[in-house]
């Protein structure tokens, strides 16, 4: 399935981006059969999430000037932050997607958002988790997300503040409004 | 100085918080001398800084509802937050102060906020290095803190959020946002 995407994604991404964006595509699929999601959805939010994570941030910032879209000034000056947006955008222009369950997994999986649903954990996880990643606590966080969903994003928020800190960078408060959002969905449950 | 003053928050408070709150206003002084701020205000917001912490939070919200102050839901249902607001109005009521300098500075001293003033950052800063605390890292915040003030408010939000991580406990966005100010007031000098 899917392999004129999965062509175009290969021209267009660099071979370490384009390993990657099937290790999350793969990883994903494994989430959804854990938790009870449709397996396709899944693997295309995941082919598709960094589809515009490697064009220039003025592109980015084109594609949401010329979408209904509206952003704050802080993701809008931050590539990091805008490819999830802009990728949104180019998945539903490029790629045809129609969904916006799909469109919002593509669209919050770097920074999360208040409110999640399944698809959108599932794809912000896979980004960690998948095959080809490697860093400190990765193994843990892999058992996580296996084991509990809210749990699992709630290490992944973690894993980007203590990121973020140890490197002197701003932090998105919208990252924090969605890691506040999940421990206060933990608790009432 | 500041007698009366004392002894009636010596009648108020635990002696560990009493202990804490003459730690802060001496700390105070010390940070005001080396950043050429009044070594006066900054001993009564220092003394004062705490004023309210230990009262109910139905009696800090009893003070924010009667006052012209807007505050947050966040905050509303957060002593451990809400104790500066409450204490910055306790301070002009009860204690006589009319300085917002100073109550500013009682306000914003556990969140801070966006264009912290010096005054805010040294009390932000004392209340971490005063000679009573003693955790992981105090030492370290101590000398940053005499060497570079922004540097020092910086390491005092990276002390919080992370033990807020380590707790699994919630991050006011609040606080992240003064922290993004104070990065970028950083860069930019």
Do not use: W
Request: charged share 25%; with cysteine.
């Amino acid at each position: 399935m899917y392999e004129e995407i999965i062509d175009d994604l290969q021209r267009r991404l660099s071979s370490k981006r384009f390993a990657h964006t099937l290790g999350v595509a793969r990883a994903a699929v494994a989430l959804a059969d854990r938790y009870g999601e449709d397996p396709e959805e899944a693997y295309l939010a995941g082919l598709l999430h960094d589809c515009a994570k490697e064009i220039p941030l003025s592109q980015m910032q084109e594609l949401v000037d010329n979408s209904s879209l509206t952003i704050d000034v802080d993701m809008y000056v931050n590539g990091a932050l805008l490819h999830g947006v802009s990728g949104a955008i180019l998945a539903n222009a490029r790629y045809g997607v129609r969904s916006s369950y799909i469109l919002d997994a593509i669209r919050y999986h770097t920074t999360g958002r208040v409110g999640m649903t399944t698809l959108d954990k599932i794809i912000f996880l896979a980004d960690y988790i998948e095959e080809t990643r490697d860093f400190p606590g990765v193994e843990v966080l892999r058992k996580i997300a296996f084991e509990d969903l809210d749990q699992g994003v709630l290490a992944g928020y973690d894993n980007t503040i203590h990121h973020l800190l140890d490197q002197g960078l701003s932090i998105y408060y919208k990252t924090i409004l969605g890691r506040n959002d999940i421990i206060r969905r933990i608790k009432s449950r």
